[in-house]
């Protein structure tokens, strides 16, 4: 075999394992949590569920920051 060859088999067969494993994991990742990535429509509303109650907890955090800042003596 030419040097390239082996190269070639080497670089094809990392290809297939890596390839391989990622179908593994995101088989596992589905078994562990059907719901949440099967439905696109589902995945869509519970992102913006959390987005939205993120985007409560910081309303509430700058609330405090302006408290805090205005009732300092400056």
């Known amino acids: 075999m030419r040097p390239r060859s082996v190269r070639h088999i080497a670089g094809v067969l990392a290809v297939t394992v890596a390839s391989g ?3 593994s994991v995101s088989a ?6 059907p719901a949440g ?3 696109l429509t589902t995945l869509v509303h519970t992102r913006q569920a959390q987005v939205a109650a993120l985007d409560a907890e910081v309303g ?5 920051i302006q408290n805090f800042s205005t009732s300092q003596p400056g």
């Open 21 to 23: 494993l990622l179908f």
């Open 28 to 33: 596992l990742n589905e078994r562990k949590n």
């Open 37 to 39: 990535t099967s439905d």
């Open 60 to 64: 509430a955090l700058d609330a405090q």
